[in-house]
């Protein structure tokens, strides 16, 4: 078959190569055709096949260091834990002392509830905007553009690894209420909220797990809408690409995305500062799924 002129074809786009996993050396071949006289060709050849080496990301293998828990994980985990808990405790002694737990049960709800509309918005915003390089939030926003590719590999991330991100941030954000604030209600939302929030991730591992591989409770509580559910998050991971953000209870997606809150956003902000959403583009390879090879799904 002929090679047509200025017919370019390239294996992947070369736009976007995820760091949040070391790419591997693999060889990356672009071949590249160009019989254009308004610039001189760089050899003698003007029909030159270009073979150049490319790193190329690839999913984490199985038992890959990028996937386990480190002891700075483990111990952001425990911070986290700790405010979290620490806030839970002063909400109850403060209910305790004023024989009032009715306000701040229904504070620690509103808690549960907002934390997956939080979820939503958070996973929204870096599913859609900055890149690697973006400051503070860069690495998740790898990490979850990785996640598109490989949605599997959250599986084996051990626990946490998943969490310490989020960990890290809840420890700075509770750690002054549990300093300077007594009320039990402000304590009650903040606990709850905190911990959904901190544990979303878990959360959203288990709405990837095999139905007979995860606890019994698990499922039960992702069956009666407490946890995310498996199908509505498989949604996610379909295209178009750009609903079913929320990842605690899943209990605002049916809302977020028949209202389409998102989509108004999103145009708000191209309107606003101009800047697109991912949820935009056409899905290419580095949005869409790939498949799990039969040697990753043995692996599992
Ligand atoms: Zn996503
Ligand atoms: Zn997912």
Not at 71 to 90: E, F, I, M, P, Y
Not at 197 to 202: E, L
Not at 280 to 293: F, I, L, Q, V
Request: hydrophobic share 40%.
């Amino acid at each position: 078959m002929a090679i047509l002129p200025h017919q370019k074809c390239s294996l992947r786009s070369l736009e976007y190569v995820p760091t949040w996993h070391r790419p591997c050396q693999s060889m990356h071949v672009i071949c590249s055709v160009s019989t254009s006289t308004q610039t001189k060709p760089r050899s003698s050849s003007p029909n030159q096949l270009i073979i150049e080496p490319r790193l190329v990301a690839s999913p984490p293998l199985f038992n890959d260091p990028t996937l386990q828990s480190t002891w700075a994980h483990r111990g952001w985990v425990a911070t986290g834990c700790t405010t979290v808990l620490v806030s839970l405790a002063k909400s109850m002694v403060a209910a305790a002392f004023s024989h009032v737990w009715i306000e701040p049960m229904l504070a620690g709800y509103v808690g549960y509830i907002l934390a997956d509309l939080g979820s939503g918005v958070y996973h929204w915003g870096i599913d859609n905007y900055g890149d690697a390089s973006t400051p503070i939030f860069g690495s998740q926003i790898d990490a979850f553009q990785g996640h598109h590719k490989w949605p599997w590999t959250i599986t084996r991330r051990q626990f946490a690894n998943n969490l310490h991100a989020l960990a890290k941030a809840i420890t700075f954000t509770v750690l002054p209420l549990d300093i300077f604030c007594n009320d039990a209600s402000i304590n009650g939302f903040v606990s709850v909220c905190a911990g959904c929030i901190m544990f979303s991730q878990q959360f959203h591992a288990w709405a990837h797990g095999t139905k007979s591989k995860l606890p019994p409770l698990v499922v039960a509580l992702q069956d009666a809408g407490v946890l995310v559910s498996r199908s509505q998050h498989a949604a996610h991971h379909r295209p178009p690409y750009n609903n079913n953000y929320c990842i605690v209870s899943g209990v605002w997606n049916e809302f977020l995305d028949k209202q389409k809150v998102f989509e108004v956003l999103e145009m708000v902000l191209f309107f606003k500062l101009g800047v697109r959403p991912r949820s935009w583009s056409e899905p290419n390879s580095e949005w869409t799924e790939e498949a799990e090879t039969p040697s990753q799904v043995a692996a599992r």
